[in-house]
């Protein structure tokens, strides 16, 4: 409106302006131009006076439509944003109850699995309890042979051999093995006069076939290479005969020192268990431990029998020694103490 006021006003003072340049001619003509332009004043004042309102209704009118299409936009935009919410609280409703059919059918599956990971542990213990599965310790060692011969495996390979120790000949040989043994025969042996006992071993040379680690208990093994993990390294000492006859071997033997006139094994022994806690070993054909600390090792699904070997070995210049930790026996004489295996 201020616009249109100093038009108003501008055209005012044109008017004047116009007025006082007049030239006029006559009195007449001088009141006939004021006369018009009087009259052209007043029509002007009357349309910009007009044009004032106009503008003033264009204004209010202008306002109201604003404000009534910013209501209108504020009605949608809360219309939109309660959508929004509902769309939010339904998706979120829709998540929570995904949620539970998952965690349903996860539970579902772990049941299912569950029952059958407990029907397959069962027959697979049925199976390991008849000792067909069970796999000889991994790494290379050997053990005392038994009558029934070496474990035989598609995964482990054992080879037979043996020691001849050529023992107390020129006084009375004392060499002795328990009764009703399970040992491979023979053990004892007397030929020319000479006297020998035997020890036969089974040996597993293959170090990379697999297989389980040694349980924790209280026993020995013969050495083959490095002790396996926890065993401790000993050994024992023999003084063999050295005249009439020597000591020999045959086949594959385990860690030793051998001369014709003397002997030196040497074993692994653990003992980080009481032997009254049953340990876990193939159960498919029986075998030989060494004893170590008063008592046979318990191991699962295997009766045990304590056998013994005594070797004399010489009497004069008897150099017999042992190493800790080594089987449980004697020296000068030598005496070995073992025990025997079998499935119940």
């Known amino acids: 409106m201020k616009n249109v006021r100093n038009s108003n006003l501008c055209f005012q003072n044109k008017i004047t302006t116009k007025e006082s340049k007049v030239n006029i001619g006559s009195q007449l003509d001088a009141l006939a131009i004021l006369r018009v332009m009087k009259n052209d004043k007043e029509e002007i004042e009357e349309k910009l006076g007009s044009l004032e309102d106009r503008t003033e209704r ?9 404000d009534e299409e910013l209501s209108k936009l504020k009605e949608k935009l809360d219309a939109l944003e309660m959508d929004l919410n509902t769309t939010l609280a339904d998706q979120e409703k829709s998540f929570e109850l995904l949620q539970t059919q998952v965690d349903a059918l996860f539970q579902k599956s772990q049941r299912n699995h569950s029952d059958r990971l407990s029907v397959l542990e069962s027959r697979v213990q049925h199976v390991l309890d008849r000792g067909f599965l069970q796999l000889w310790p991994r790494g290379s060692y050997a053990l005392p042979q038994p009558k029934s011969g070496c474990p035989s495996s598609a995964m482990a390979a054992f080879v037979p051999g043996y020691r001849r120790h050529h023992t107390e000949s020129n006084s009375r040989n004392k060499d002795q093995v328990s009764e009703g043994n399970h040992l491979q025969p023979s053990v004892l042996e007397r030929q020319s006069s000479q006297n020998y006992v035997y020890q036969r071993f089974c040996v ?12 924790a208990g209280t026993y020995c093994i013969n050495k083959m290479e490095e002790c396996p993990l926890f065993f401790e390294e000993g050994s024992i000492k023999w003084t063999d005969q050295g005249k009439g006859g020597e000591s020999t071997t045959s086949g594959a ?9 003397s002997t030196r094994l040497f074993y692994c022994c653990r003992k ?6 049953p340990a876990d070993l193939p159960r498919a054909q029986p075998f030989y431990l060494y004893r170590f600390g008063g008592k046979c090792q318990q191991v699962n699904g295997m009766s045990v029998t304590e056998e013994f070997i005594r070797f004399d070995t ?7 020694e042992a190493v800790d930790p080594h089987p449980d026996g004697e020296i000068n004489d030598v005496v070995l103490h073992l025990c025997y295996y079998q499935q119940i």
């Open 204 to 215: 597993k040379n293959d170090r990379l076939s697999p297989g389980p680690v040694w349980p």
């Open 272 to 277: 980080d268990a009481a032997v009254d806690e």
């Open 253 to 261: 033997v385990p860690n030793g020192q051998y001369t014709e006139a």
């Open 58 to 66: 264009y204004e209010q009118e202008l306002k109201a439509a604003t």
């Open 314 to 320: 010489v009497n004069v210049n008897n150099s017999d």
